[in-house]
Every structure is written in C-alpha cells, then in structure tokens.
C-alpha cells in the first residue's frame, strides 16, 4: 500500500530524516516513538507533503507521492488528513463548521465565502461528531470544548475529507489521561471500523504499546526499531531514547488510567492542601 524508501530529508547541515525506509502492506494503526527531535514530526510532514523531501521516494498504491504537483498534490493531501497537537481549530467558529471546514478543497470560492454548505455535508458533519460522542456541542464553540473534546472536533473534521491515512502529530500530548485515553480510543476505532490507516507520533511508550499494531522507533533521523509493540523491551525502549542506567519506562510514560471519580477528587483536594 504505503512504501516509503530511503526517505531523507536535510535542513542545511542538519539530517532531519536519513534514509527511512517503511513498508505497509494493509491499514495498520502505526505508532512513532523518539526523543524530541528524532524526526518523528518531518516525516509525517513529507508524508503528506507539507514539507518536500531531499531524496528518496514514497509511493501509494502505485503513485508516487513525492513526485505529486498542484492539483494531484492538493488530492492527496485531502487523502491522508492531518491532526495536530494543538488542534488547529477556529476558536471562535462554531463546532459544526469547524467540521465542515474539512471539506473546503472541494468547495467554490464563492461558498466558502458566504459560509454554505450543503446540506448533506451538513447532515454528515453531525452524523461524524454523534459517532465521536460529541454531536451534542455542535452549536458552541470550539473555544468552549475541551480539550479532548476539541481534538475529537479535529478528527472529526479530518474524517469529512474522508481520508485514507489518518496523520496525527502528538494527538494527545496536551491532553490529561482521560482524555488522552478517549482520543486514542477514537482513533482506533475508525482504524477498525473503517479500514482507515493511522499513523500517530507518540510521546508515551505505554500508549504506543496498547493502541498501535505497530511501532516505528525513531533515533536521530534514523528508524531503530519496526515491528509490533510486544517486540518493545525496556532495552530496545532504551536504546530508541538513547538513553542511558537513567532511563525508565516512566519518564516517557504517563500511564493512562481511568481515574474513578473519587480518586481524582482525593488527588485534586491533595492538590490544594
Ligand atoms: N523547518 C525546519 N528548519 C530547520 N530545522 C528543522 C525544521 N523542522 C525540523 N527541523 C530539525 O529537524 C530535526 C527533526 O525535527 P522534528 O520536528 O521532525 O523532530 P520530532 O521527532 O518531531 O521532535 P519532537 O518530539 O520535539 O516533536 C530537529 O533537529 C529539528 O531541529
Ligand atoms: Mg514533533
């Protein structure tokens, strides 16, 4: 499906990918680990064109992607929808435009401008953040969700465009666990139910570990590590963080953990004292 070869790409001096080279062969739910500024960002980047590549390839079903100019450029870019860390919504736009916002490169200028949609891309919208559990905040503001609520509004408004591969760059690394926990949850069921690929860099082994069928290991541009999570040892953890005795599971990980009620209140009363 997806085949990236000896993708490499090179700010000045600096190699920010060298040479990575990954197979796909059915829609998986991949996770990218690394420490910060491994690549983990630059290659989702050249994945779906947003940065241009030095050298190397990617190529999907039988396109090649890098090779993709204007118009070509734009539809695959709508084909591998994008989720960011920090969103990346209209705050003061309400929901259900924020949503339909996914579908702006098929629309007329003139549309766009006066703000119509169709009707069905409206019926569609609601129908994509009822399944994310969230339809009920159609009408506020995106500024008043939170923000587990606000990504969910962003996958909503990627799953418009009806997208092949799903990107996301740290989905969850502004979120708290619980929210965290849901958005991830979100993500793995439209890779389930709806064949879609999943591509997510992950600032936490665990979450990688329990989400993913598959985990890339970044180091320094380079990929240390491919295969699926069970294959992930403290060791070969170690060795993709390049770190040293120091380094435990912990520090990367923010164990998610469905905090009962009570807990979080004891833990929040804690807090104050
Ligand atoms: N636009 C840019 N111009 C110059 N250098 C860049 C640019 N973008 C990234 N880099 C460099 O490329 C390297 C890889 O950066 P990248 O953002 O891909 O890392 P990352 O793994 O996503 O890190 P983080 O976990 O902090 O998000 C870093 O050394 C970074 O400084
Ligand atoms: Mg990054």
Redesign the pocket.
Same mark, same amino acid.
């Given at each position: 499906m997806l085949r990236i070869e000896k993708l490499t790409?090179t700010?000045?001096q600096?190699?920010?990918?060298d040479a990575a080279s990954v197979t796909v062969d059915k829609p998986q739910m991949i996770g990218?680990i /690394?420490? $910060?500024?491994? /690549?983990? $960002?630059?290659?989702?980047?050249m994945l779906n064109r947003l940065?241009d590549h030095t050298s190397g390839a990617i190529h999907f079903e039988g396109q090649e992607i890098t090779a993709l100019k204007g118009a070509a450029k734009r539809e695959w870019q709508s084909q591998c929808a994008m989720i960011f860390q920090q969103f990346n919504l209209v705050p003061r736009m309400d929901v259900v435009s924020n949503v339909l916002h996914g579908t702006l490169n098929r629309r007329s200028t003139l549309a766009t401008l006066f703000n119509l949609y169709p009707t069905e891309d409206i019926h569609r919208a609601i129908d994509i953040l009822d399944r994310l559990g969230i339809a009920e905040h159609a009408p506020k503001r995106a500024e008043a969700l939170s923000g587990g609520q606000q990504q969910r509004v962003a996958i909503a408004r990627a799953l418009m465009q009806d997208p092949r591969i799903i990107l996301a760059?740290?989905p969850i690394a502004s979120l708290d666990p619980m929210n965290a926990q849901v958005v991830m949850q979100a993500l793995r069921r439209i890779h389930e139910e709806d064949g879609r690929m999943v591509i997510a860099?992950l600032?936490t082994l665990d979450t990688a570990r329990r989400y993913c069928d598959r985990v890339i290991g970044?180091r320094a541009?380079r990929i240390v590590f491919d295969a699926d999570p069970s294959k992930l040892t403290t060791s070969m953890a170690r060795e993709i963080y390049g770190a040293g005795a120091e380094f435990s599971e912990s520090a990367t990980s923010t164990e998610i953990e469905t905090l009962d009620a009570t807990e979080k209140a004891k833990m929040e009363a804690e807090a104050y004292v």
């Open positions: 790409k700010f000045g600096n190699t920010a990918v990218i /690394g420490r $910060s500024g491994a /690549g983990k $960002s630059t290659l989702l980047r940065t760059d740290e860099n600032h970044m541009g």
